[in-house]
C-alpha cells in the first residue's frame, strides 16, 4: 500500500532524516469505523508509520466530514481525522463488498469497526469469519456500551459516556447543572485507549501467533482516568460533588482575573508551592493558619485563600501576573483560547501546531503527532483525502482486475 505522492508535511522530524523506519511501519490497518473514537485510533497508529485504509460506504461517507467549519465545501474536521489514511468506498452489506473486505483481511493486521453490535455478523463478517481468514488479525470493536450487557446494542455516543461515567456530575458550578464538555472528550479518550489496546494485541499475537478481539467500550476509559471515585464510594460511602474550578485536595486553585480582563490559572497541588503563592500576593500570615498544611484543609478554607490570590491578581495585569510567579517558582498558565495556543512560544518550540501542505486546501496548521521519539519519529504525511480517493488503486494492489472493479461498482458495493 503506497502512499499517496501528491502531498508533503512539516513535521517533528522535518529537519532530521529518521534513523530507521517508522516505528510501525508494515503495518496493515483497515479503519472501517466512523465519527471519532475509532477512527482517531486508526489516526494514531497511521501517525506512527501504519499502513491505514479508511474503508467508508459509497453513499454514506463518515459524517466527520460534515461535521464542525468546512472551507470550499470541505470539512475541516476530517483533515484532521482523516490523516495518513488512504480512502477506499465499498458497502459490506453487499455480496461484492462482503468477498473484498475478506480478501483485504487476509493481508491486514488489524481492522477497527463502530457498529452497533451484531452488524457485522448479520453481514457474515463476524470474528468467526475474518479470523478464518486471517487468524493473526486484532479486530478492534469500538461501541458506546461494549459487546454485550442490557444496553450493549442502544446507540452510543461518547455525550452518554460523559454522563454516565460521573464525569458530568462532577463538571460545573455546584450551584448549576451538570455540564458536558463541548468537545468530543469520551470519544477522544476512547480513541487513545484503543490505539493501546490494539498495540497489546499485538504484542500478545508475537507471542501467540494468533490475532484477539479488542472490545472497547466507550463508557470505560473515561471512568478511569476520572480517578479513584469507584474506590472512595466503595471504601468510605463518599461520593465527589461538583465544586466548579476549586478541587477538594487543594487551595487555592481557581481562575483568576487579570487587571487586563485575560483570566489565569493557579494550582498548588505541593505545599511549597502553596507557600510560595501566599508570600508572593502579601499573605504570609495564611501560611502559618494550622489548616493550612494540607492540602485538604485548605480546601476547607478556599474562600479566604481565593480572596488573597483573586484582590492580588486583579491589580495586575496577564503579563506581570505570570512573570511574578515564574519568578516565585509558582505554578500558573494564562487561560489560552485558540488564538492563544497558535501563537504560544512553548507550543511553537515543540512544533505542537504543524504545517502540513494539502492539495485541496493549501498549507494547513493542526496538531502535530502526539508524541516525540528520538529515533523512530511519526509524521504527517498527508491530511485527509477525497470520498474513495483511493479506492481503484487499493483494489488493484490487492489483484483485482479492473473488470472486477467495474462489476463490483456496477452492482453498488463500491
Do not use: C
Not at 257 to 263: E, N, Q, Y
Not at 303 to 323: F, K, N, P, Q, S
Not at 392 to 406: H, N, P, R
Amino acid at each position: 500500500m503506497t502512499p499517496p505522492p501528491t502531498t508533503t508535511a512539516t513535521t517533528r522530524a522535518a529537519t532530521v532524516a529518521p534513523a530507521s523506519p517508522a516505528p510501525l511501519e508494515g503495518l496493515r490497518v483497515l479503519d472501517l469505523a466512523t465519527l471519532f473514537a475509532g477512527p482517531l485510533a486508526a489516526t494514531m497508529l497511521g501517525d506512527f508509520g501504519a499502513e491505514v485504509v479508511k474503508v467508508e460506504h459509497p453513499r454514506r461517507p463518515d459524517p466527520s466530514r460534515g461535521h464542525g467549519p468546512s472551507k470550499d465545501g470541505i470539512g475541516l474536521w476530517w483533515k484532521l481525522l482523516g490523516r495518513n489514511k488512504r480512502t477506499m468506498t465499498l458497502d459490506l452489506s453487499t455480496y461484492g463488498g462482503r468477498g473484498t473486505l475478506l480478501r483485504l483481511a487476509a493481508s491486514a493486521d488489524v481492522i477497527i469497526e463502530n457498529f452497533r453490535p451484531g452488524t457485522l455478523e448479520k453481514w457474515d463478517l463476524g470474528w468467526e469469519e475474518l479470523s478464518a481468514a486471517n487468524p493473526r488479525l486484532v479486530l478492534a470493536r469500538v461501541t458506546g456500551f461494549g459487546q454485550f450487557g442490557p444496553s450493549a446494542r442502544r446507540p452510543g455516543f461518547g455525550t452518554l459516556a460523559e454522563a454516565m461515567s460521573g464525569f458530568a456530575a462532577i463538571t460545573g458550578e455546584p450551584d448549576a447543572p451538570p455540564t458536558l464538555p463541548p468537545f468530543g472528550l469520551a470519544d477522544s479518550i476512547a480513541g487513545l485507549a484503543t490505539a493501546y489496546a490494539v498495540m497489546t494485541a499485538l504484542a500478545a499475537r508475537d507471542r501467540t501467533g494468533r490475532g484477539q478481539v479488542v472490545d472497547m467500550a466507550i463508557i470505560e476509559p473515561i471512568l478511569t482516568v476520572l480517578g479513584p471515585q469507584p474506590l472512595w464510594y466503595d471504601q468510605l460511602g463518599h461520593v465527589q460533588p461538583r465544586t466548579g474550578n476549586r478541587s477538594q485536595n487543594n487551595a487555592p486553585r481557581n481562575t483568576y482575573r487579570t487587571a487586563d480582563g485575560s483570566w489565569v490559572a493557579v494550582s498548588t497541588s505541593a505545599q511549597s508551592v502553596a507557600e510560595r503563592v501566599m508570600r508572593l500576593v502579601g499573605r504570609p500570615d495564611l501560611i502559618t493558619e494550622p489548616w493550612f498544611a494540607t492540602g485538604a484543609d485548605r480546601a476547607g478554607h478556599a474562600d479566604v485563600l481565593d480572596e488573597a490570590v483573586g484582590t492580588w491578581i486583579a491589580r495586575h495585569t496577564r503579563t506581570d501576573v505570570i512573570d511574578a510567579f515564574e519568578k516565585a517558582e509558582a505554578a500558573v498558565a494564562p487561560v489560552q483560547d485558540v488564538r492563544d495556543v497558535m501563537a504560544d512560544p512553548q507550543y511553537a518550540a515543540l512544533d505542537t501546531i504543524t504545517t502540513v501542505d494539502d492539495p485541496e486546501l493549501g498549507p494547513l496548521r493542526m496538531q502535530n503527532v502526539l508524541f516525540r521519539l528520538t529515533d523512530t519519529p511519526g509524521a504527517i504525511r498527508w491530511a485527509g483525502r477525497p470520498h474513495g480517493a483511493d479506492t481503484d488503486a487499493v483494489l488493484t494492489e490487492l489483484g483485482l482486475t479492473d473488470e472486477e472493479i467495474t462489476k463490483l461498482r456496477t452492482e453498488g458495493a463500491l
